[in-house]
């Protein structure tokens, strides 16, 4: 099983809304990603996280946090958006955590559409 | 400095035949890793195909194949017999062993699009 699970699908929210995305992956993964995707662009890194803790932060506002509650689980908090923030957002998952030599390929999710408006 | 760079923003090619798509990457990491994913507009990645660096065989995955030249620095991806399901963007991408951070480095991406 290869699946990287995202919820919601699509969300829309206002400036002062408070909401999270949620990332799952049962394959025993030990590196956990957030990626932002604009429309026709390549995906942005914002977060890594390598045995359940942050290892990267991309200088990512503060707006944005993330949360590691577990080694299958991973949320992105988010607060006081702005419109700019309108993107795919993408998780995915490694075998290996980040510390790891191999390149391990990265299994992505289907993505949150967000919408700040 | 680590770049992908893909140069073809946009492909057409006829159903059935095959297509190429460029990339070439610079890292003077001995240890690397190249990834294309596949992204149709439903939005997914899907990983497609991997090459290590220290890899003697290009890599196949059934349609698709990987041109792997390193004096070059170049990792094409080649896709037979082209689908129509074979519309969508394309992204090249590597992974640098020794960089300790998981970190993928993205090419700006070609958009293939499969004519019946």
């Known amino acids: 099983d290869t699946e990287v699970t995202q919820t919601p699908k699509h969300l829309v929210m206002g400036m002062t809304n408070k909401k999270s995305l949620k990332c799952e992956q049962h394959m025993g993964h030990r590196a956990m990603y957030w990626y932002k995707q604009k429309a026709k662009k390549p995906p942005e890194l914002m977060f890594v996280?390598?045995?359940?803790?942050?290892?990267i932060n991309e200088s990512v506002p503060s707006r944005f946090s993330p949360e590691c509650p577990n080694s299958s689980l991973l949320n992105l908090h988010l607060h006081a958006l702005q419109p700019e923030d309108s993107a795919l957002y993408l998780c995915?998952?490694?075998?290996?955590?980040?510390?790891?030599?191999?390149?391990?390929?990265?299994?992505f999710g289907p993505g949150t559409r967000l919408t700040v408006t | 400095a680590q770049k992908i760079t893909q140069t073809q923003p946009g492909m057409f090619v006829q159903e059935k035949e095959a297509v190429t798509l460029d990339c070439t990457y610079d890292?003077?990491?001995?240890?690397?890793?190249l990834f294309w994913y596949k992204q149709p507009s439903s939005g997914e990645m899907i990983f497609l195909i991997y090459?290590?660096?220290?890899?003697?065989q290009n890599a196949t995955e059934g349609r698709y194949s990987l041109n792997f030249q390193k004096a070059r620095k170049s990792a094409n991806l080649v896709i037979s017999a082209s689908q129509l399901g074979d519309s969508a963007m394309y992204f090249c991408?590597?992974?640098?062993?020794?960089?300790?951070?998981?970190?993928?480095?993205f090419g700006q991406g070609t958009t293939l699009q499969v004519k019946p």
């Open positions: 991408a590597m992974r640098v062993g020794s960089s300790n951070t998981g970190k993928l480095i």
């Open positions: 090459q290590g660096s220290y890899d003697q």
């Open positions: 890292t003077s990491d001995p240890s690397y890793g």
């Open positions: 995915a998952s490694s075998p290996g955590g980040a510390r790891s030599s191999e390149p391990y390929e990265q299994y």
């Open positions: 996280y390598s045995y359940e803790k942050l290892s």
